[in-house]
C-alpha cells in the first residue's frame, strides 16, 4: 500500500502544482522575482519527482500486480499512472527548455519602494513570441513576509522607461520622452 501511495503522490502532487495558476499554491513570499526563480527550480524539481514515481512503476510491476488482485483495476492504474507520468514529463521537460530562454529576469520584474509601498512592473513576453506588455502592480505586505498585488494597470510595449510615484499617480516616462501619468485612486491602495 505504501508504494501505491508513493506513486500517486510522486506522479501526482507535481500535477496538481502545475494546474495551480501561481507557484507553491499561490504562496507569493518575498517578490514576484523570487517566485519566479523558485518555480525554475520546481520545475526540475518536478521533473524528477515524476521520473522517479515512473520508475517505481516500472521496478516494481510484479509487486503492483500482487497489491491490486483485479486485473482490470490493476491495469487501469498502471495505465493511467504512466500516462498522467509521461504527458507531465513532456510538458515539464518543455518548461525547463523554455527556462533557459526566459532572459533577464531583472527586466521581467522590477519593483519600487516609496514612503507608503512599492510599485511592481511584470514585463510579459518581452518581444518573444505575440505582443509584449506592462502589467503595473501596487505590492501589498501580508502577514509573514508574504505579498499580494493589486492591479493598477496593464499597457502595451513601452520600451525602456522609468517609473516613479509622485503624490497619489504613477509618473511612467519613456527613453522616447513619453509620460504616461496613472491615477492611484483609493481602490488601489493595500488593506
Known sequence: MKLLISIAIL??????????????????????????RVSSYLLFIKTLSVVFGLYLIIKNTNQLKTLIPSKLL?????????????????????????????????????????????????????GAMGKAYHYFYLKCSKPFNRYDLTLIKKTDWLGNFEF????????IETTEGEVITLNLSENKRCT
Open 11 to 36: 506522479i501526482y502532487l507535481p500535477l496538481l502544482e502545475s494546474i495551480y495558476s501561481s507557484t507553491l499554491w499561490g504562496l507569493h513570499w518575498q517578490s514576484p522575482l523570487l517566485m519566479d
Open 74 to 126: 490493476y491495469f487501469s492504474q498502471l495505465t493511467i499512472n504512466c500516462l498522467v507520468g509521461a504527458i507531465q514529463l513532456l510538458l515539464l521537460t518543455l518548461g525547463i527548455l523554455f527556462v533557459g530562454f526566459d532572459g533577464d529576469l531583472k527586466i521581467k520584474h522590477r519593483e519600487q519602494s516609496f514612503d507608503n509601498g512599492t510599485l511592481y512592473v511584470l514585463t510579459a513576453d518581452p
Open 164 to 171: 516613479k510615484k509622485f503624490n497619489d499617480s504613477l509618473v
